[in-house]
């Protein structure tokens, strides 16, 4: 988000939610992954390539 110059407010407005939302998902150690599909959408970035290319 930071090299895109996007912010927590962006983002919830992308998801339909508010950015204390988006905080809470940030700080949480586990994400869905309807969620990470949805942030993935929003940025424009496979998200779950970055899982992938681990196994």
Known sequence: MHRQGRTNIWLAQQLSCNSRTISKIFKKEVIDTYQLL????????????????LL
């Open 38 to 53: 949805q942030i993935s959408i929003a940025l424009q970035r496979d998200f779950f390539k970055v899982y992938s290319e």
